[in-house]
């Protein structure tokens, strides 16, 4: 299935802006980005839950989508998977999955939903109900019932984002398993940069209707193609300045620049897991400001002498502490320059 040109505009705010986005059998594509960015309004213009002012939706040979005629999810080969789980209080969880199951007979859908409870492991609470189910579990029959009848799209809007952090963790992992298993396309949309990275084989990055970056998660983690790209995936120290003979100056340390020759001005992205601190020079330059414990790793405030301050991250068991004087190196690997 794949949107061309896609925009949806309400109350005279563009809420998808030309979108084109592509979604492959086998693989899982999560959509990032914040509060109104347009994630879910694109999820559910693939869906079939929404149409669109211009562009369109295609998929298996045909037209699905156009700003003239939408064909429904239940003619899409769609499954759904929300937030607030939408399961059928009435049913029960076997009921629930067996719903979206329409040909066979009644022993042969009930194997098939069954066996799908299993691979969630919710087969033993098949015969309760859902207001007797926890959160997770209501999630993992919401993800059954949308596997079952063996969907060609799998689409999940923020499915785990009401969840408790232990809970989400062991959810999504099992749900990247099974949507895997599947051979499903699969658009996963989420505001949560570590679900996103976790998840997806493709990521995409989406501000204000518009995407801004896609491409692999740890291209694009490594590489944002500017600071709001950046800031979407995590925490980011920020310098801006001039490029001179390929080379941009920082408080911090001096990086290549060969692509901008000469600037004006460039800005410089460092990931504080990029920014090396050793405390064992003689000739520490920088000053530790601050250390807040992470477990593993530690979050650390960094001066230079000029008075600015980055975020660094370091193995806890480096022992470095507030006051100490470290020296600074900055890791290529973590740092980008965009205009």
Not at 94 to 113: C, E, H, I, K, P
Not at 158 to 182: C, I, N, P, Q
């Amino acid at each position: 299935m794949a949107g061309q040109g896609l925009v949806k505009s309400h109350r005279g705010r563009r809420v998808l802006d030309k979108v084109d986005i592509e979604l492959k059998q086998g693989c899982i594509t999560a959509i990032l980005g914040p509060s109104g960015a347009g994630k879910s309004t694109l999820l559910r213009v693939m869906a079939g839950l929404e149409d669109v002012d211009s562009g369109q939706v295609a998929g298996s040979g045909r037209r699905l989508t156009d700003g003239h005629v939408i064909v429904p999810p239940e003619k899409r080969s769609v499954g759904l998977v929300f937030q607030d789980f939408s399961l059928f209080p009435h049913l029960t969880a076997l009921d629930n999955v067996m719903f979206g199951l329409r040909s066979g007979s009644a022993s042969l859908r009930r194997g098939t939903a069954m066996a799908q409870l299993a691979a969630v492991q919710m087969d033993d609470k098949a015969g309760a109900y859902p207001h007797t189910l926890s959160g997770g579990e209501q999630q993992r029959v919401a993800l059954a019932r949308a596997l079952a009848p063996e969907p060609e799209i799998v689409l999940l809007d923020e499915a785990f984002s009401g969840l408790d952090a232990r809970l989400r963790s062991e959810l999504r992992d099992m749900a990247v398993h099974e949507l895997k298993k599947s051979g499903a396309a699969v658009l996963v949309v989420t505001h949560d940069a570590e679900e996103a990275l976790f998840m997806a084989d493709e990521l995409v990055l989406m501000v204000d209707g518009v995407i801004v970056q896609s491409g692999a998660p740890s291209e694009v983690y490594l590489r944002p193609v500017s600071l709001s790209a950046a800031r979407l995936l995590g925490d980011v120290n920020i310098w801006t300045g001039p490029v001179s003979d390929g080379v941009l100056h920082s408080p911090f340390g001096t990086v290549n620049a060969d692509h901008f020759g000469n600037a004006p001005e460039a800005t410089l992205l460092v990931r504080p897991e990029g920014v090396i601190l050793d405390s064992k020079v003689p000739d520490g330059r920088f000053a530790v400001t601050e250390t807040h414990s992470l477990g593993a790793t530690t979050a650390i405030g960094v001066q230079a002498p000029s008075g600015e301050t980055w975020q660094a991250r370091v193995p806890t068991a480096s022992g470095i502490k507030a006051g100490d004087m470290v020296s600074i190196e900055l890791d290529p690997s973590l740092t980008s320059i965009v205009p």
